[in-house]
């Protein structure tokens, strides 16, 4: 698995990678006028009824988040929020990740998604701190049965 640094994308850097090469296996081309896998993003805006355009004046983003639920919600992980920018205020509005493959394609979005998953730990074991360090101080009890 090959070490990729998010963003892949950023202000004037809207395509990924830089050469005609598959950055996730290495092996084969992309680009025109090889076949290639692309995921293609961006902002739109309207400028008339049921009418847009591309927003070239905004920056397009790519974020994977977790938002564990709060305030009485029900879920996995709840108070855990943890998130991995793949795409971060990229200029123009619009943005294109090439891959020689849909098969690299997934590795690609499996790698972000392994990316998240460490953020969720990092939160996790930082509200475990936290709480912790809340006891000690003694700003939360521990339950007790009787």
Known sequence: MPKIKLPVVQKDRVVFPDKAVCPWCRK??????????ILNAGAMRQVGKERYE???????????????????GQGQLPEIYA???????????????????????????????????????VAISKQRKSLSSARQKGRIRRSTKA
């Open 54 to 72: 591309m927003a070239t004046d905004t920056a397009a983003f790519l974020t994977l988040t977790w938002h564990g639920a709060h305030s009485g």
């Open 83 to 121: 998130s991995v920018e793949v795409a971060a205020q990229v200029a123009s509005g619009q943005f294109d990740l090439y891959f020689c493959s849909t098969g690299c394609l997934r590795g690609f979005l499996n790698y972000c998604v392994d990316a998240l998953e460490q953020q969720i730990e």
């Open 28 to 37: 084969q081309k992309v680009f025109e006028p090889h076949s290639m896998a």
